[in-house]
């Protein structure tokens, strides 16, 4: 009977640990688009990077409570988004980061590839696992702020993995939550219906302190680009995720 209680009360919220109320968040905005992580004492600690997305309902009518009561299984599935060139398809977003060391290391976090990283060892930045279904919980990526003297400079990125770019028809957040003060949130709300990456938020160690920048820049192409965007100079090569 649990089960079918939760259907009938709907699916849980992507709402974490961190509360729901409006004053408890930082939204990062052109106008308003750095915050500081030491002037809220959150410079050390885990900082978790949440990348999670939906479908735009009023696109294709949504996932109605009558219709998940009647084809209750249908939840599990994909989520889809109507693209302007074809159909219905099933959108993948990744979560990525790009990563620079003072001691000179660069490299990429992000589950193409497999390179999801370690949070007590260089780079200090490691990749929770991939979610191709856009679950309520997303993707996350944890940076180890007690190694932030470690730390030069971080690019949070997210793309679209072989898929119809769709950017434009989900509801895509990225939300970091410091270990101390509210959450930080930046939608990727601006049209750009044919990008596949974008460049979310910067991590930049600057005098010691961890400085927040929203870019929310969106490019054509994958990481090459954004790669020649930000100057980070590593070499890039076509890569295939195993199937799920």
């Given at each position: 009977?649990?089960?079918?209680?939760?259907?009938?009360?709907?699916?849980?919220?992507?709402?974490?640990?961190?509360?729901?109320?409006?004053?408890?968040?930082?939204?990062?905005?052109?106008?308003?688009?750095?915050?500081?992580?030491?002037?809220?004492?959150?410079?050390?600690?885990?900082?978790?990077?949440?990348?999670?997305?939906?479908?735009?309902?009023?696109?294709?009518?949504?996932?109605?409570?009558?219709?998940?009561?009647?084809?209750?299984?249908?939840?599990?599935?994909?989520?889809?988004?109507?693209?302007?060139?074809?159909?219905?398809v099933n959108v993948?977003?990744?979560?990525?980061?790009?990563?620079?060391?003072?001691?000179?290391?660069?490299?990429?976090?992000?589950?193409?590839?497999?390179?999801?990283?370690?949070?007590?060892?260089?780079?200090?930045?490691?990749?929770?696992?991939?979610?191709?279904?856009?679950?309520?919980?997303?993707?996350?990526?944890?940076?180890?702020?007690?190694?932030?003297?470690?730390?030069?400079?971080?690019?949070?990125?997210?793309?679209?993995?072989?898929?119809?770019?769709?950017?434009?028809?989900?509801?895509?957040?990225?939300?970091?939550?410091?270990?101390?003060?509210?959450?930080?949130?930046?939608?990727?709300?601006?049209?750009?219906?044919?990008?596949?990456?974008?460049?979310?938020?910067?991590?930049?160690?600057?005098?010691?302190?961890?400085?927040?920048?929203?870019?929310?820049?969106?490019?054509?192409?994958?990481?090459?680009?954004?790669?020649?965007l930000y100057g980070?100079?590593?070499?890039?090569?076509?890569?295939?995720?195993?199937?799920?």
């Amino acid at each position: 009977m649990a089960f079918w209680d939760s259907l009938l009360r709907g699916r849980p919220s992507a709402q974490f640990d961190t509360g729901s109320a409006a004053s408890n968040a930082i939204e990062l905005t052109k106008r308003h688009p750095v915050v500081s992580l030491g002037k809220q004492g959150a410079n050390s600690g885990s900082l978790r990077v949440n990348l999670s997305w939906r479908m735009r309902t009023s696109d294709f009518g949504g996932r109605s409570g009558s219709s998940v009561l009647r084809h209750p299984f249908k939840m599990f599935k994909p989520d889809v988004v109507q693209a302007h060139t074809q159909g219905v398809v099933n959108v993948d977003l990744d979560l990525g980061c790009l990563y620079e060391l003072n001691d000179g290391s660069k490299g990429v976090v992000q589950p193409l590839g497999g390179f999801f990283g370690a949070t007590n060892a260089a780079p200090y930045v490691q990749l929770s696992g991939d979610d191709r279904f856009g679950s309520p919980s997303g993707e996350t990526i944890y940076v180890n702020l007690d190694h932030r003297e470690s730390i030069k400079r971080l690019l949070v990125f997210v793309y679209i993995y072989d898929q119809t770019p769709a950017f434009d028809r989900t509801h895509a957040k990225v939300t970091l939550y410091p270990s101390n003060g509210p959450r930080i949130e930046i939608d990727l709300d601006e049209h750009a219906p044919q990008a596949r990456s974008c460049a979310v938020v910067t991590i930049e160690n600057v005098k010691g302190d961890m400085v927040v920048r929203r870019e929310v820049k969106f490019v054509y192409g994958f990481q090459a680009e954004l790669d020649r965007l930000y100057g980070w100079g590593l070499q890039w090569g076509r890569g295939y995720k195993t199937k799920a």
